[in-house]
């Protein structure tokens, strides 16, 4: 499972656009880069997930170069209630490879607050 | 709407009582995962399985114990509680080849 590295906190406005930037240097040919949001007390939601250039959904945006060893979450106009913690998660499960290959093992994610 | 349930979602119990915290999902999802987490700190992984009779012991070292039996339940037990498992554990389910995860509401342990 490659490690990723993300930084442990942000403050944004509202209405500014956030970007979080995720590092992920050892990433494997079939890892794809996934992306959760948690809020305090509650379980953390999927967000978006990619494998390379950019994805875009009602929610998100996620850039990822063509190196792969680095992707970019981005949350358009973030709001009050977009203050929580982000997640950065790359693996691959698509194959049984050992007893480890089917972790979901998240670290310590991005504290994003949003500030009025 | 994810559907996975945990029960109960509090428990305030005495030290020394065995307990289990159930976890079902609809879903039909083969993978499953318990996690671990304290207010404001990092979720940690304790124990996941890859489907029936496959139970894995996470990251984080629990006294726990597990079984899967069935596909749609993934029960965690505690033999004999302690004050220091008190905390949040949360229940997550997710299909084949890089699907997304899917939480259930949590149980908020108390041993005292």
């Known amino acids: 499972l490659a490690k990723t590295t993300q930084p442990i906190s942000m403050d944004s406005y509202e209405g500014q656009e956030v970007n979080i930037t995720c590092s992920h240097n050892n990433i494997a040919t079939n890892d794809y880069i996934t992306w959760y949001q948690q809020f305090p007390s509650q379980g953390p939601r999927f967000i978006i997930q990619g494998y390379k250039t950019k994805v875009t959904n009602e929610v998100a945006s996620l850039f990822i170069p063509a190196d792969r060893k680095s992707s970019t979450l981005s949350l358009p106009r973030v709001s009050l209630s977009d203050t929580a913690v982000y997640y950065c998660l790359v693996g691959d499960t698509s194959t049984y490879s050992g007893a480890g290959s089917y972790q979901l093992t998240f670290g310590k994610g991005t504290k994003l607050s949003v500030i009025p | 709407e994810a559907d996975i349930y945990q029960t109960p979602r509090y428990l305030v119990i005495g030290t020394g009582k065995k307990i289990t915290l159930e976890c079902s999902q609809t879903?039909?999802?083969?993978?499953m995962y318990w996690y671990q987490q304290d207010p404001g700190m990092e979720l940690h992984l304790i124990h996941y399985s890859y489907g029936v009779n496959s139970t894995e012991k996470g990251d984080l070292s629990s006294e726990s114990t597990v079984s899967r039996i069935r596909t749609e339940h993934f029960p965690l037990t505690l033999e004999s509680a302690r004050p220091s498992h008190t905390s949040q554990y949360l229940c997550?389910?997710?299909?084949?080849?890089?699907?997304?995860?899917?939480f259930g509401q949590g149980t908020r342990l108390t041993v005292v």
């Open positions: 879903m039909g999802h083969d993978k």
């Open positions: 997550a389910s997710r299909g084949t080849i890089n699907t997304e995860a899917f």
